[in-house]
């Protein structure tokens, strides 16, 4: 079953272009609706010297949000409209700003949710909230990496699997294009050699996925000293793959220490598009 809904976290002007032309194709090949989704922090009451709130900062602060939301939404319509892409635009004021986090009842109804990756030479102010819709939404969301180019499908899919209910979410949330791709491999990097047999649950996988009439092959490396998220990228480059699929992990001190860094790592200098679940 294909995506029909697409969430799209539009968090500033400078991602709002690259992220539109990454999912219009993907919103034609799939005949699907597309949600904009924008957010802007309510106005902070800044005090003046004498103690009193600062009207003109505030006002200020107001004017350049309905700027910013404006420009996007303008940005978002044109697109749309010039596609002839079925669309609708949500704009919302929270007391964080970020859009992912406000986003983030909106993209639990969608199928599928596309958001930018932080691009490190943007100013702080404008970093991505990949990780607030990523754990909040409930939804797979699509990374649109910042630099490298987008595809419109999806041949050649990396698929990293630990053997855990995160990355059998992602999995089977990325069926529709793993049903499409030309091949999916299942990368386990450093099998157990012993107690939990990764490597049969994904042989189990790769079947399970057969049977919907995907090509899939599995594949394990040994990392010998070099962090996961390193092999993990090197495969990627290797293949070819212009799709990544990863389960993401939750922010307790276990999981961190023993997955955080390669959920980190893809959400902020991963070079091809990625979809993540949690």
């Avoid at 855990?164 to 069926?175: G, I, K, P, T």
Wanted: glycine letters at 6%.
């Amino acid at each position: 079953m294909p995506y029909k809904t697409l969430a799209v976290i539009l968090q500033s002007t400078e991602d709002t272009r690259r992220v539109l032309d990454s999912v219009l194709p993907l919103a034609q090949a799939w005949n699907a609706h597309v949600v904009g989704v924008h957010a802007e922090p309510y106005p902070v009451a800044y005090s003046a010297a004498v103690g009193f709130p600062d009207v003109t900062v505030i006002e200020a602060a107001a004017e350049a949000a309905e700027e910013r939301t404006t420009e996007i939404e303008a940005l978002f319509h044109g697109q749309m409209r010039a596609a002839g892409q079925s669309h609708e635009w949500h704009a919302s004021r929270s007391f964080s700003g970020d859009t992912a986090y406000a986003g983030a009842a909106l993209a639990r109804t969608a199928d599928l949710v596309i958001v930018a990756q932080r691009n490190p030479d943007w100013a702080a102010d404008d970093a991505s909230g990949v990780e607030g819709v990523l754990y909040e939404a409930g939804r797979p969301v699509l990374v649109v990496p910042h630099s490298s180019p987008m595809v419109r499908t999806f041949s050649r899919i990396l698929l990293a699997w630990n053997g855990s209910r995160e990355s059998a979410r992602a999995a089977f949330d990325a069926l529709p294009l793993i049903k499409e791709a030309e091949s999916t491999e299942i990368f386990v990097v450093d099998p157990p050699a012993e107690g939990e047999d990764v490597e049969a649950s994904a042989s189990c996988l790769a079947a399970a996925l057969s049977r919907h009439g995907a090509e899939v092959v599995v594949a394990t490396e040994q990392s010998r000293g070099r962090h996961v998220d390193e092999v993990i990228r090197d495969r990627a480059t290797a293949m070819g793959a212009d799709l990544l699929v990863l389960g993401a992990y939750s922010h307790s001190w276990l999981r961190q220490l023993l997955f955080g860094g390669v959920t980190r790592t893809v959400l902020q200098s991963m070079q091809v598009p990625c979809l993540m679940s949690r």
